[in-house]
């Protein structure tokens, strides 16, 4: 248990950048599932959609450093591998 004022604070702050982050990891895994599960059912135009969702959360999350770079360009690189089929 922290004992310093700046101690409690960063206790705080990382409790709430946790929750942040988990939330941005839990989006693009739905997301990702999504995609899977449209590809199973192979409606063209909703793959594309779902594909394009996908992309542009990857792109935020890493923007934001909510996802390492190369891990948001791995999960993209797999999105397009199973949106080619």
Do not use: C
């Amino acid at each position: 248990m922290p004992n310093i004022k700046q101690q409690e604070k960063r206790v705080r702050q990382a409790a709430r950048q946790r929750n942040e982050n988990l939330r941005w990891r839990s989006t693009a895994k739905t997301l990702m599932r999504r995609l899977r599960e449209t590809a199973g059912e192979g409606d063209e135009k909703a793959l594309a959609e779902r594909h394009r969702e996908l992309v542009s959360w990857l792109d935020k999350a890493a923007a934001r450093g909510m996802l390492h770079k190369n891990t948001a360009a791995r999960r993209k690189a797999q999105a397009a591998r199973i949106l080619r089929g």
